[in-house]
């Protein structure tokens, strides 16, 4: 059983005092010593999103790795997609948009899988025989590991935690088409499309083409990114089996990445506040689904997660769970990282008043 420490949203007084007795809690320094580079995977926000972690929580969290000496930067990967994300480049400029420069946070900001993606480093990978598991090249350089993510709804995932943020946060481009190669759109419901064209402009990938006032699909240019699952006429989507088969092998896949860092200490903390229909990705990320829950902590990343979901359904505005959200199970991608051997659904839960 693993432990999960959290401080209720009710509880925070501010973003340093709130992870600073989470971490005392867990004997950060047991496991992060003086001299130690420590990459701190976050994910930044899109442009022009407002509900990612917000920069103080993690110049808290540099402040606090420093007090132990150790070197931290703060780091992510490009996105699959076109955008203003997909090079380091452009990362960087909205990183720093969205409050995240040395300036403010205290520490270096760092793309892991270079300027396009490309950069990284094949891993073992034992489900689906691929040669795509690539993780970003910079990961390999550092000495431990602290994964802070947003708790948040997920359309393909159910919900984004921080087995969400290792999964794809950590692959570079090959890798996260691999991981999405499952997710095939198609039109489900010929009846509800208008075409209106929204799905053709939208697919960053020119992947779709309006054939006789109908969307038509082009396969081989399709990465799976799910994002014409956001068709404002309800016509596209995927079959509920597509979800499952990606939720597995995200599951397996963040497996596969902590294993490749076997001996290298990582902690996860998700914040799970402005807690969203729709994950970072997206500028507006749409309806708030619960009320905010707190910070948790964890040396698991499934027990976090789990905990992290639990209190959720527990606020949840109108659905019952998460998985009524958006029709995805999230407790899937939870079981096959656990069937994996890198986490437990069992965790205590220690609540700081």
């Not at 935690?161 to 481009?173: I, Q, Y």
């Not at 960053?204 to 956001?230: H, L, W």
């Not at 807690?275 to 997206?282: F, L, M, S």
Request: with cysteine.
């Amino acid at each position: 059983m693993s432990l999960v420490v959290k401080v209720p949203s009710q509880k925070i007084v501010s973003p340093f005092k709130t992870l600073k007795n989470l971490l005392e809690n867990l004997d950060l320094q047991s496991r992060f010593k003086n001299g130690m580079i420590v990459a701190v995977k976050l994910h930044m926000g899109e442009r022009g999103n407002r509900t990612h972690v917000h920069p103080s929580y993690i110049s808290s969290l540099v402040r606090i790795l420093k007090d132990l000496g150790c070197e931290p930067f703060i780091t992510d990967t490009t996105t699959l997609y076109p955008g203003a994300r997909s090079t380091a480049l452009g990362y960087l400029k909205v990183a720093a948009e969205n409050g995240f420069t040395q300036a403010t946070v205290n520490a270096p900001v760092i793309i892991a899988d270079g300027m396009y993606g490309k950069d990284g480093v094949k891993i073992p990978f034992k489900g689906i025989k691929t040669d795509e598991t690539l993780v970003g090249k910079a990961f390999f350089d550092v000495d431990g590991f602290v994964v802070v993510s947003h708790g948040k709804g997920h359309g393909l995932a159910g919900f984004g935690g921080a087995l969400k943020n290792v999964a794809m946060g950590f692959a570079t481009k090959k890798f996260k088409k691999f991981m999405h190669q499952t997710v095939k759109p198609s039109l489900l419901y010929p009846e509800k499309c208008t075409g209106c064209g929204w799905c053709v402009k939208n697919c960053g990938f020119n992947a779709i083409t309006m054939v006789s006032g109908k969307p038509q699909i082009d396969y081989e240019k399709c990465t799976g990114c799910g994002g014409c699952f956001r068709c404002p006429t309800g016509a596209l989507g995927a079959a509920e089996n597509v979800f499952e088969e990606f939720n597995v092998r995200l599951g397996e896949s963040a497996a596969a990445i902590l294993e490749s860092f076997q001996g290298k200490p990582f902690l996860f903390i998700n914040v799970v506040e402005k807690i969203t229909r729709y994950c970072d990705c997206v500028s507006n990320a749409g309806e708030f689904l619960a009320e905010d829950v707190g910070v948790y902590a964890s040396y698991d990343p499934v027990a976090i997660d789990a905990a992290s979901i639990q209190d959720v359904e527990k606020v949840l505005f109108k659905a019952k769970t998460l998985k009524e959200v958006h029709d995805v199970d999230p407790w899937i991608h939870l079981k096959a990282a656990a069937q994996a051997g890198v986490g437990t659904l069992q965790y205590k839960l220690k609540t700081i008043e």
